[in-house]
């Protein structure tokens, strides 16, 4: 059974998408790779254990020998981590312990980006070896309950990084569209979180001219989270409905407190008459598919949401393959993608900012650590790239709903008020939100 859903897998939704969505700007070079990853890259071998050893052949054959690996010292960190990665891949935790115990001397999280990211890399590195990544995942991910730390880290990852900032307003944009013609709207999100971005949502349905339409927001979230703000979804929803009750939106907030995996449409509470719109936002990669359960969570949550005959559904996800790749790939396309988002950070919080290293602590480090360091069920972060999910959302047979002219101008003004070096581009209906050449976040919409 097993195989044959790798077999169906690799036929449906390669992981290489043919449609090049990781360069996105058409440079042709985000998939080549430069000389300081070549040689491992094309010797490396691709276990997924760092318990598994290679024979003839392997990297570690460039290494002199018997020798211990001493020449690291001269390497920069990103050439470190390479061959610190690739030695684990083939099973030699000494040699990799010698080169993290050196690289933790050279890095810091208060250097540059290329230092930063280091420190947390090798952190993963250094929790695959101990096969502790899902506790330092728990650790990073848990603050004081309910962490208002780590709350205001990811509004402020949001706010100050607008790659994810534009992935919520193009969702926006697309459920604003929809609500034309309509007098009730019922909205589903699957991961509400703290409902920051329905603060946006109805501030600008409050502005749309005439009468406006009835929203009632239907808010899914797992109760045993300790993500959440003292109250969880009541004081999101006591928020949410007093600003609407201000700006005159009429507005209704129901709560469901559960795992996502276990919500069926009779939990939701849909009514004749109103539309439908469902929004994915950074939730479709937690749940597990077909490379980790035959149960596949993924395609089931969307063929259950399409069951519903939503008028739109959007989705917004980081545009990386964590899912599918071995480790030593996985890695790599890991630093390559966080590397970007580190170099961005900079552009727009000062060097000592500590809303900064929050950010990146609080928020980006444990996504790096569960990608690099866990495996199977434990590795939580599977993101998957644009052309994965437009075949996931095609497969459950949604269509695509190209985002409209006046969405991509409104957002195309607002990034050049940020930096040039951020970069939007439209491709098969959906959004890309980049750094230079590399997407980082992909938003679409769908019926």
Not at 203 to 225: C, F, M, N, W, Y
Not at 370 to 383: K, P, T, V
Request: proline share 5%.
């Amino acid at each position: 059974m097993k195989l044959k859903l790798k077999e169906l897998e690799r036929a449906l939704l390669a992981d290489n998408d043919v449609d090049g969505d990781d360069d996105m700007f058409g440079t042709g070079l985000s998939m080549e790779v430069d000389g300081e990853w070549s040689d491992p890259i094309r010797m490396g071998s691709h276990h997924d254990s760092p318990k598994e050893s290679s024979s003839s052949g392997s990297y570690l054959d460039s290494v002199s020998g018997n020798k211990e690996v001493s020449h690291v010292s001269s390497q920069t960190p990103k050439q470190m981590l390479i061959e610190c990665a690739a030695i684990l891949s083939e099973g030699h935790i000494e040699k990799a312990s010698a080169i993290i115990n050196e690289l933790r001397q050279k890095v810091s999280i208060q250097g540059d980006p290329p230092q930063r990211i280091a420190a947390y890399m090798v952190e993963g590195l250094a929790a695959r070896m101990a096969a502790s990544g899902k506790s330092l995942y728990k650790a990073l991910r848990c603050k004081e309950p309910p962490s208002s730390d780590r709350l205001a880290a990811m509004q402020i990852l949001f706010e100050v990084c607008p790659c994810f900032k534009f992935g919520f307003m193009a969702a926006n944009g697309a459920i604003i569209e929809a609500f034309k013609g309509e007098k009730r709207v019922h909205i589903i999100d699957f991961d509400i979180s703290q409902g920051s971005q329905y603060i946006t949502l109805i501030q600008t349905i409050a502005k749309l001219p005439g009468k406006p339409p009835h929203l009632r927001l239907t808010g899914v979230d797992d109760p045993e989270s300790v993500q959440r703000l003292n109250g969880g979804l009541e004081i999101v929803g006591l928020r949410l409905e007093k600003l609407a009750e201000i700006l005159g939106v009429p507005f209704e907030f129901r709560a469901v407190p559960s795992r996502t995996s276990l919500v069926a449409p009779s939990m939701l509470d849909c009514k004749p008459g109103e539309a439908l719109i469902v929004n994915f936002a950074f939730l479709l990669h937690h749940m597990p598919d077909e490379s980790v359960s035959t149960i596949n969570q993924r395609d089931q949550l969307l063929r259950m949401v399409k069951s519903m005959n939503p008028k739109l559904v959007t989705v917004v996800e980081q545009d990386v393959n964590t899912n599918t790749s071995p480790f030593f790939p996985r890695f790599i396309e890991a630093y390559s993608y966080y590397s970007a988002v580190f170099d961005s950070l900079d552009a727009t919080l000062p060097r000592e900012s500590q809303d900064r290293m929050n950010v990146e602590r609080q928020c980006l480090a444990r996504d790096i650590v569960n990608i690099i360091a866990c495996e199977g069920e434990e590795r939580i972060e599977r993101y998957e790239v644009a052309g994965k999910w437009r075949a996931r959302m095609i497969m459950a047979g949604f269509k695509s709903c190209p985002m409209s002219s006046n969405v991509i101008d409104t957002i195309q003004k607002l990034i050049k008020e940020y930096c040039d070096r951020y970069k939007l581009k439209e491709d098969v209906g959906a959004l890309h939100f980049g750094w230079e050449d590399k997407s980082l976040i992909v938003a679409s919409a769908w019926s």
